[in-house]
């Protein structure tokens, strides 16, 4: 195992693992408690029209991916805000929408790329150097905002009445969450693939909210538990020749599970 850490493909996969872990903890967090999980499904499946885009193009795929999950993000935060009765039709319009339009720029681009199926299912192992410096930077925005908005983002996440009555911005607030929550799903991509994308963005801060009473509580251990989640789910990949994204969140289903088990457990005695 030693000589692996000296092997760039498994630098590259350890250091994915840690930058959307860090994402996962944070953004995931705040889904959760803001009760996003769908829209964060929504914005998980739009991407496939971002992926699209960047093969029909031939442009390099994150960067591509990222702008346009942020331009449907920010659609559907638009169309979506303070419409609560139609706020699911929306986003199941946009979440086929993407879809389609991502499938038909794959009909239409010459050839077939292999690389199609790892964002489909996630290749942890597969990820280049330079789509980990991109992944940085977007964790450098992700801390950054979230920092800078964090009482806010707390107000909003546990009162939108109480945060609107105390002078927050709840529209930019909710739209700017809709915005780092597509710059995280893009990120995951790489990590779990779309299909299992928001089981990582979710079970981590689910897990976390089991021992947690705290905001940045959960943030923290959630991210903790998505790197330990990233680190057992690679290796078991590696070792058994499996798919790493469907490894990673079985992994994390059974730590969740084992989790809850022991709280329960806990609980009673």
């Not at 109480?162 to 700017?176: D, E, H, N, Q």
């Not at 991509?189 to 779309?194: P, S, V």
Request: hydrophobic share 60%.
């Amino acid at each position: 195992m030693i000589d692996l850490l000296g092997m760039e493909f498994m630098q590259n996969a350890l250091l994915a693992g840690l930058l959307a872990s860090m994402a996962c903890g944070i953004i995931g967090s705040l889904v959760v408690v803001n009760r996003q999980v769908f829209m964060a499904g929504g914005v998980a499946h739009t991407a496939y029209g971002g992926v699209g885009l960047a093969f029909y193009l031939g442009l390099p795929v994150l960067p591509c991916a990222v702008g346009f999950t942020v331009l449907a993000a920010l659609i559907m935060a638009m169309a979506s805000f303070g419409r609560s009765e139609r706020s699911d039709g929306i986003i199941g319009i946009m979440w086929a929408a993407g879809m389609a339009f991502g499938i038909l720029l794959m009909d239409l681009t010459p050839g077939y790329n292999v690389d199609l199926m790892s964002y489909l299912f996630g290749s942890l192992l597969a990820v280049p150097r330079s789509d980990i410096w991109f992944m940085l930077l977007l964790d450098v925005l992700i801390l950054g905002v979230v920092l800078f908005w964090y009482k806010d983002f707390l107000s909003l996440s546990f009162d939108m009445e109480f945060a609107r009555s105390t002078g927050v911005p709840v529209r930019l607030l909710y739209a700017l969450m809709q915005v780092l929550t597509a710059v995280t799903v893009v990120m995951v991509i790489q990590i779990a693939g779309l299909i299992l994308v928001i089981a990582l963005l979710t079970i981590p801060p689910m897990l976390a909210e089991l021992f947690t009473d705290s905001l940045w509580k959960t943030m923290t251990l959630a991210t903790l538990a998505s790197l330990i989640f990233c680190l057992c789910g690679l290796a078991l990949s590696y070792h058994l020749d499996l798919t790493s994204g469907a490894s990673i969140i079985a992994v994390a289903t059974a730590g969740y599970v084992l989790a809850w088990g022991f709280k329960s457990v806990r609980g009673r005695s």
